[in-house]
């Protein structure tokens, strides 16, 4: 199992696709090159396009007598430079990158400062002040098991409910923002459904109060916009694993 982190600005999403760099494509010709074959990789989750990551992880099996702790090395003077391969190590055979994860762990940096073109790619530029105290308390409102159908576009026929065990907004300084959210798990542009309705919140457009109606609804239409991809990251994956 590897944990690896990538700046998500030159890919179009995390798995392949017919078209465009992404980072699946990078990492398995990357391992190609260190095993001689074709081998398939399982990511604990797929991130869009524009989306970071600090510790997303994928596993494959090993065709290669090599040390677990070695393939770090081996990525890594393969790799482009904007991925990276932080750990490498041996896990249980039976486990999933993906079906296995016990929680995920997203991060949205967010400024309403003035614009920088230097970290445009990283962190959202807001033009308007925030009323972050009715964000804090619309966000509260996510705590907890909820059908998140009115926060994702993925309209397959799956159950939708999702267990959220933090949501918070971190001030860092006046202007600078980072949303956290920790969950069993997030369906198709949720996170960045959960923040465009936090701005909307902020900027008065929603109420608080009104969070556990939009969820009780169970539509997209009721929630807010989908917020821009380039604030979010993958921040970490939890396993049960000793």
């Keep these: 199992m590897c944990v690896i982190k990538y700046d998500g600005s030159k890919f179009v999403g995390y798995q392949i696709q017919p ?6 494509l990078e990492i398995e010709r990357a391992l190609k090159k260190i095993c001689k074959t074709e081998v398939e990789t399982q990511a604990a989750g797929r991130t869009d396009s524009g989306v970071h990551a600090l510790g997303q992880v994928f596993h494959f099996d090993s065709l290669v007598d090599m040390e677990p702790r070695r393939y770090k090395m081996a990525f890594n003077s393969i790799l482009p430079r904007d991925i990276y391969v932080v ?3 041996e896990v249980d055979r039976n486990l999933h990158a993906r079906f296995h994860a016990m929680s995920k762990e997203y991060h949205y940096r967010l400024s309403t400062n003035e614009y920088d073109p230097l970290l445009c790619d990283y962190v959202y530029f807001h033009r ?6 009715k964000m804090q308390e619309a966000a509260d409102y996510f705590l907890g098991t909820h059908d998140f159908s009115s926060f994702t576009n993925n309209v397959a026929n799956i159950d939708k ?7 918070k907004i971190v001030i ?4 600078e923002y980072t949303f956290k959210f920790i969950g069993s798990g997030f369906m198709k542009y949720m996170v960045r459904i959960i923040i465009g309705t936090l701005l909307s919140v902020g900027a008065h457009k929603i109420k608080p109060e009104e969070i556990p109606m939009i969820l009780a609804a169970k539509d997209r239409k009721f929630a807010g916009p989908t917020a821009k991809s380039v604030g979010l990251y993958l921040h970490s994956v939890q396993y049960d694993v000793k």
């Excluded at 308007?128 to 105290?133: I, M």
């Excluded at 409910?161 to 949501?167: A, C, E, G, L």
Aim: aromatic fraction near 4%; avoid cysteine; charged fraction near 35%.
């Design 19 to 24: 078209k465009g760099r992404t980072v699946q």
């Design 87 to 89: 750990e490498s190590k």
């Design 128 to 133: 308007h002040k925030l009323d972050v105290n």
């Design 161 to 167: 409910k999702r267990t959220i065990y933090q949501s």
């Design 172 to 175: 860092h300084s006046e202007g």
